[in-house]
T-cell receptor, first 114, second 109 residues
């Protein structure tokens, strides 16, 4: 596709439930990033994939968060036992490669945990 | 000290004037510097990037980088109402972007 796509655009869930957020990067981009943005804040790094492997997951807040990219393209961010504090916009970005190249963001998934 | 600091604003600038947005960063190892524009309810959109000290111009936008002072700025000339948005400064060493909280810019017609 022409840009990064993310689904769903909105997700409302109840505390304690499991959610999956999907990201489809720009075709050919090997690097994929997940960020989380809360109201009034800049995006906060969660995890970075180069190809299929998670090269840096230092931003994942705890072990309830996990992400995969099994074929080096689409990625899924998984959140177990959701908490109200997980409510935020989850942004995915991709870049042609590593090394500080420009990152292009998808439209985001707005997650609301009731 | 925050890793990337921006004045949160709001910054109000008359239409047609120059808007100046500033950003400082703490990690001297930072290699690449980016300015993103974010409209309310939308995702960040890359508008400028700069890697070397000095100025880089692209249309009405000029990015300025001073690594010795750990300072990066964005100038918007001939400001238009459509420039009203939050501007996010981001820096990276190798991979992940570290963002500031953003400066909210309002262009007054």
């Amino acid at each position: 596709g022409a840009g990064v796509s993310q689904t769903p655009s909105n997700k409302v869930t109840e505390k304690g439930k499991y959610v999956e957020l999907r990201c489809d990067p720009i075709s050919g981009h090997t690097a994929l990033y997940w960020y989380r943005q809360s109201l009034g804040q800049g995006p906060e790094f969660l995890i970075y994939f180069q190809g299929t492997g998670a090269a840096d997951d230092s931003g994942l807040p705890n072990d309830r968060f996990f992400a995969v990219r099994p074929e080096g393209s689409v990625s899924t961010l998984k959140i177990q036992r959701t908490e109200r504090g997980d409510s935020a916009v989850y942004l995915c970005a991709s870049s042609p490669g590593p090394g500080g190249e420009e990152q292009f963001f998808g439209p985001g998934t707005r997650l609301t945990v009731l | 000290q925050k890793e990337v600091e921006q004045n949160s604003g709001p910054l109000s600038v008359p239409e047609g004037a120059i808007a100046s947005l500033n950003c400082t960063y703490s990690d001297r190892g930072s290699q690449s510097f980016f300015w993103y524009r974010q409209y309310s309810g939308k995702s960040p959109e890359l508008i400028m990037f700069i890697y070397s000290n000095g100025d880089k111009e692209d249309g009405r936008f000029t990015a300025q980088l001073n690594k010795a002072s750990q300072y990066v700025s964005l100038l918007i000339r001939d400001s238009q109402p459509s420039d009203s948005a939050t501007y996010l400064c981001a820096v990276t060493g190798i991979e992940k972007l570290t963002f500031g909280t953003g400066t909210r810019l309002t262009i007054i017609p």
